[in-house]
Structures are given as structure tokens and as C-alpha cells.
């Protein structure tokens, strides 16, 4: 029986067993050690919720194709991998949840962030509340996520990336700087109308798969894909960056290649998960490049290629694209 995801601001269940999920995960040790991963510093356990934090940030630092620039492609991002990929995690991470609350019927909930960008100021929004996640701040300072340094159980961010994306040990409390104006000035979120106009994109030419993503398959491709994740040119006609919007516009934790240090990240990918369900509930279950690119370019990439997980069997994204027997959404965009 598939479980049902749920907006985290209208399921109240739904928040709770999130927000005691995430702390059981960030206390809970895994097997694992930093010096597994090369971090550097004393070796010191990993928790299990950090593990998600350092295989995304490895993940940004693994070039497609393999001796590549991982800035141009990596292995999660900036190319057709970008929803399959992120879908694994978050099956590995509900995975996990359920596991910790010992409640196999727990769904991973979704920020639907363009309806608080509908709102104009989003910052009021009441997923920022106390009650939800908390607010911004360096570090924050109410909510859940709140760091005390005289409380070991308190929301702690151990692993960190540096400006080279190298992963590096700290102790410190969770950072949020909304509406940042650096690189670029990110006023408010995207809105309901942009997810609108990714969804209705159509490409020129008759090639159905090409409305998913078309050659180089890169940050300059056109598609849904590149349109969702947000490395199309910003330019009068195409302001909006819609999944790199969010990331920016919170600023803090959320910016750099370990963004799972903020809760928000799997809520905010949940979304974009939804959102990527509902195209395909539109267009059809479609993805390129197929199996007939060329490996020495496309490895990783290409429908049957694995996408492998530290934390869990890995996929493929044709494995990936119909998730109707593990999990639904309760509304699609």
C-alpha cells in the first residue's frame, strides 16, 4: 500500500512525525566514521541524518562525465539526473524516518513554497514559525532546529562544505539568511504561476522526450528538467530559477553543496518531487538520454546507468520514474 505524502503546513501529523524523525536521525550513529569519507580532523561517528548531508556534498564533487568539471555536471545535478537522482534520496530518507518513529506508514511531507510565494512576502509564511521549522538567523534560534550549545540533543551541524565544496568537521547551529542578495538578488520564491509555466513548456520540434531535456544535457539545456531545476539564463523573459530560486532565497545552509543540513532541503525536494510527478502525470513517463548515448559523455546519466546510494540498493532512473507502489501525492501542481 503506497504511503501519502502531505503538505507539512496543512498535516499537522505529518510535521510532528517529521520533526521527531529528523532529531532521531541526527542522534542516532551510523556505522560509518569521517575518516571514511576523507574528512578531515579527528575521526569522529557520523550520525545517521549527516550521511545524507555528506553524500550530497561528495555527490556535487563527482564530475559527469567521470575526470570532468563537476561545476559544469555533476553527479546529482546540472544535467537529466537531477529529479531521478533526488527521488532515491528521498526514498532513503522516508525510508529511514519510518524506520526511527518505527511507523511504516509515515510519508515524507512536501513544502508547497509557490503558494508562500503567492503570498508576495514570504517570509511571514507559516512554515517559518516556531511550531514549523523556525525562522532565519546565524545561527536560528527558535523552532525544532534551534542550536544550544549547553544541550547535546539540540540541532547540531557537524559536517560542512568550504568554499572548494571540500567537506570539513564543525559544531555549530543551523544558518538562514533569507532574501539574500548575493550572487544574484532573490527577492521572494517562486510562485504558482511559474511552476505553471515550467509545466506548460513545450519544445520546438516533434520529439516527445525532448520536453524532458535535449541535448548537451547540461545547465544551458532547454526542457522541464533545466526549466524545475533552474539553471536556465535569467533574462526579463525567464526570471525565475524555481528549485535554485528556493535554495537561494533561504540563504544560510541551504546555499552550499551540504544543504541537507537544513531540514527544509527534503521538504523542499519533496516539492520539486511533486511537481516532477506531475508533469509526468501530464507528458508521459519520459527520459533522456537513453542508453544509446554515448558513455564516455553520458555515464551516470542515461535511463539504465545506476545511481548509487551509500545508504540503501541503488536505481536507475527508468527504476525510478513510475513510484506509484511506494508512494502518491495528495495533490499534484
Partial sequence: MPVVRKSIVTDQASRDD?????????QEASQFTTADFNIPGPTAVVHTYDLFVIWHGLTMMTPIPPGGNALARNAAHRGPIFLPWHRVMLAVLEANLQRVLGRAGFALPYWDWSADGDLGSPTGAPIWTPAYLGGQGTPVADGPFAFDPA???SFTVRIESDLNGMLAQTE??????FARTFPVGWPTLPTSSDVKSALAFTPLGGNPVDRY????FNSSSQGFRNRLEGFIPRTPTQPVHLHNQVHLWIGGDMAPATSPNDPVFFLHHCNVDRIWEGWMNRYGRLYAPDMTAPAATYKGERIDDP????????ATPRGVLDISAIYAYDVLP
Fill in 151 to 153: 544541550d547535546p540533543t
Fill in 18 to 26: 517529521y520533526v521527531r524523525g529528523v532529531g532521531l536521525l541526527k
Fill in 307 to 314: 545511481i548509487v546510494s551509500p545508504l540503501g540498493a541503488g
Fill in 172 to 177: 555549530r547551529g543551523l544558518n538562514r539568511n
Fill in 213 to 216: 531535456d535535449t541535448l548537451s
